[in-house]
């Protein structure tokens, strides 16, 4: 099966601009996650999907995150307008149900200058 | 709420040589816990979980890790290194009784020398 496929790969922008990133989970996967990598920090939760619905969001850290999951398959993480802080590499991940584990994406890596 | 430490950053190996990566967690309940790996250039993938049941977990490429709930414990260990076992190792764990997301350690960029 196709894995977890994360678009772009690699994006850098300027502080104040938009940037959108994509999720595409494999097929079935009702579960999508964000997470988050800030260079030499842990991996942080984002936030949860379940189909088209936002599970939980509590890790998003303000209001310039916008995640959508329309139709319940692919999903964007917007970030408007980007900071210098929000440069890190983003993951994505889906999942049948919890007890399946987790497929990641290779993560996209964001770079605000 | 949940926290993960993984206390060695980088570890340099010899091929041969054997393995053990620590991480605790700091949480009272019940847990599941995880080992995720990170080849370079890849992505993550789950080397092995532990749910309940035998707290020796065996994972794949060889690797194993025990829970030791006493010591809130999960520490990953192999007994011979390759150099293809060249990556970043992340530690995680997800309180049962709660949300689905896992929380991360830092984790630990391992190299092996060949």
């Known amino acids: 099966e196709a894995g977890v496929t994360q678009f772009p790969s690699h994006s850098v922008i300027e502080k104040g601009q938009t940037v959108t990133l994509r999720c595409d989970p494999i097929?079935?996967?009702?579960?999508l996650y964000w997470y988050r990598r800030v260079m030499g920090k842990e991996i942080k939760f984002l936030l949860h999907f379940v189909k088209e619905s936002k599970q939980d969001e509590s890790g998003m850290p303000n209001n310039r995150f916008l995640a959508e999951r329309t139709g319940g398959t692919y999903s964007t993480l917007k970030v408007q307008p980007a900071e210098l802080e929000d440069s890190g590499v983003y993951f994505c991940?889906?999942?049948?149900?919890?007890?399946?584990?987790?497929?990641f994406g290779s993560g996209t890596r964001l770079t605000v200058v | 709420a949940q926290s993960v430490s993984q206390h060695n950053h980088h570890v340099i190996l010899s091929e041969a040589a054997s393995l053990e990566l620590g991480c605790n967690y700091s949480?009272?309940?019940?847990?599941?816990l995880f080992w995720y790996v990170q080849y370079p250039g890849q992505h993550l993938q789950l080397l092995l979980k532990y749910f309940s049941g035998d707290p020796l977990v065996k994972g794949i490429k060889g690797f194993e890790a025990e829970f030791i709930k006493s010591k809130f414990s999960f520490n990953l260990r192999k007994p011979s290194v390759q150099w293809s076992d060249t990556a970043e190792y992340f530690c995680?764990?997800?309180?049962?009784?709660?949300?689905?997301?896992?929380?991360f350690g830092t984790g630990t960029r391992l190299t092996v020398i060949p």
């Open positions: 097929s079935g996967h009702d579960n």
């Open positions: 995680a764990v997800n309180a049962q009784a709660g949300a689905n997301n896992l929380f």
């Open positions: 949480y009272g309940g019940t847990v599941n």
């Open positions: 991940a889906s999942s049948k149900g919890f007890n399946y584990g987790y497929t």
